[in-house]
């Protein structure tokens, strides 16, 4: 199917109705509705659908490098890129890129890497598989940069479950600050990293009564974000105020990282994003 600007897309669709939109560009997933029609992620009205831009809202895929812990541009290049299509049914769609030349310059690493979507009735799984197909370890840091779509950021909180974690403050250099309860409420510029974070956090919007379950496996780390006013209204790629309408929960190899891929390995993280009844 072809989206905005003539970007390719894949849509996929479960039984139960529920379905997602998944870009060739970056695999980036920009939809993803339940069974009721309702979209729970939060996409840009200004987002440009065009690489080398990366697509505003959705799933950004951060890979080989998760924001600016290391020495490529800000979370890396795959969402930038190109994917190609390796299988898919209605359900499910399995996304392939490997580095050019010119990528691999900056990076000088041969890998594979695969993204694969699943849409279930209640449920949007994500895995990320990469294969070093190079001859030398190869480092990487990563996240799924998923922008769960609220009613007002006011109106929603995430909840991590547990009391008391510390996190890495990136409004301070990553200064090691504490929650004082359990849950995040986003009252200003919040950009944190959880190392070694809980493997379920809940997105809770009160005013839509709606929670959604984020589970992560093989991901130690989660980032917790909302940019605010002033450097939301900052971005081109970012509508005047929609700041207000998602907070960003994010399974990471953040901090805890770089893993160091041996050549010929393979390592695989996956998010489980569930819809509570
Ligand atoms: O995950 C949080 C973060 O790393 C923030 O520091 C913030 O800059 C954000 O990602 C968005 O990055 P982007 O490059 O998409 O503007």
Not at 82 to 87: A, L, P, S, Y
Not at 112 to 119: F, G, K, N, P, R
Request: charged fraction near 20%; charge should be negative; include cysteine.
């Amino acid at each position: 199917v072809e989206g905005p600007e003539g970007q390719q897309k894949v849509v996929l669709t479960s039984s139960s109705g529920a379905s997602a939109e998944v870009f060739l560009h970056g695999a980036h997933v920009t939809s993803w509705k339940s069974n009721k029609g309702e979209e729970l992620l939060f996409m840009s009205n200004k987002a440009i659908y065009a690489p080398p831009k990366a697509i505003r809202g959705g799933i950004p895929i951060c890979f080989p490098q998760f924001g600016v812990l290391g020495p490529l541009g800000q979370h890396g290049f795959a969402r930038n890129s190109m994917f190609e299509i390796v299988e898919g049914s209605g359900e499910s769609v399995t996304l392939s890129f490997r580095p050019s030349a010119e990528q691999q310059k900056q990076f000088p690493h041969q890998f594979h890497l695969l993204i694969t979507v699943q849409i279930g009735s209640d449920r949007l799984t994500q895995t990320l598989q990469v294969q070093n197909e190079g001859s030398e370890p190869m480092p990487f840091t990563t996240a799924f940069h998923t922008y769960f779509l609220v009613s007002d950021v006011d109106n929603a909180h995430a909840d991590l479950g547990t009391s008391g974690l510390t996190y890495q403050d990136n409004t301070k250099g990553r200064a090691e600050s504490k929650l004082s309860g359990s849950s995040v409420k986003f009252q200003q510029e919040f950009d944190a990293i959880f190392v070694g974070a809980p493997d379920t956090i809940k997105v809770v919007d009160e005013k839509a009564g709606r929670t959604i379950s984020v589970r992560k496996e093989g991901l130690p780390d989660a980032v917790l974000w909302n940019p605010w006013a002033d450097k939301a209204n900052g971005m081109a790629d970012m509508g005047h105020d929609q700041y207000r309408n998602f907070l960003c929960v994010e399974p990471a190899v953040a901090a805890s990282g770089p893993i160091q891929l041996e050549s010929g390995k393979s390592w695989s993280g996956t998010q489980i994003l569930s819809l509570d009844s």
